[in-house]
């Protein structure tokens, strides 16, 4: 009989291979840079990375988040990351089980994290994670028993639209750009996943979250909204714990 924690260490170990990956994906895919070439390097001394100072958080550990040829430090965001996304794989065969749903549910909340470490440093959302995302998440639906492909279709359709014509609004109320473009194919990858109830409240969730946390930054500062990175948090909390805010809400204001 196989240890019930053989499997979620397993996919664990296979998430912190995939976050050094995303690591790469999220900082050189905005810049329009390969991710296969060049490998890895220093910052500073443009050393290339040996293959045992490239382990996944263990390596940032023991060269005590430095460069082994010139000392120049390595940014905390790689270790995060990469324990990060071996958090979300681990923790999906946890919750759903050695099952589709784990996968797919691994896949949307990694490529989210990627999409709120590019929208952070660059204000860019690469195409790579929405759209490419946004056809994962169509696949999926076709073995998964959440969300079947119809409705990841339409959720991927209302998600598009509706930020589009927010964004189209905006543009004619306030005369210049209100939404980047990487928001509204976000939204079709958000769609896609979640359906269309999902593309709503991780919309509200968003702009709340945004507005609360955000906004009083951006009346300061004049910054832009990274908005991103709250369609990121939107969609996870609504990926989680989605169905139970809906069930709350209708039996706090309806009695439901």
Known sequence: MIDPWVLPVMAGVLGLALGSFLNVCALRWPQDESVIRPPSRCPGCRENVRWYDNLPVLSWVLLRGRCRSCGTGISPQYPLVELATGLIWGGMVVVQGFEVEALRGAILLTILLGIAVSDARFYIIPDQFTIGGAALGLLLAFFSPALGPLEALVGMVVGFGLL?????????????????????????????????????????????????????????????????????????????????????????????
């Open 164 to 256: 589009w014509f927010t964004a189209w609004a905006g543009k004619k109320v306030f005369k210049k750009e209100a939404m980047g473009g990487g928001d509204i194919k976000m939204m079709a990858l958000i769609g896609a996943f979640l359906g269309v109830q999902g593309v709503f409240l991780a919309l509200f969730l968003a702009a709340f979250l945004g507005a609360v946390i955000f906004g009083p930054i951006s009346i300061r500062t004049g910054k832009l909204v990274p908005f991103g990175i709250f369609l990121a948090a939107g969609a996870a909390l609504t990926y989680g714990w989605g169905e139970w805010m809906v069930e709350w809400y209708m039996a706090w204001a309806f009695g439901v």
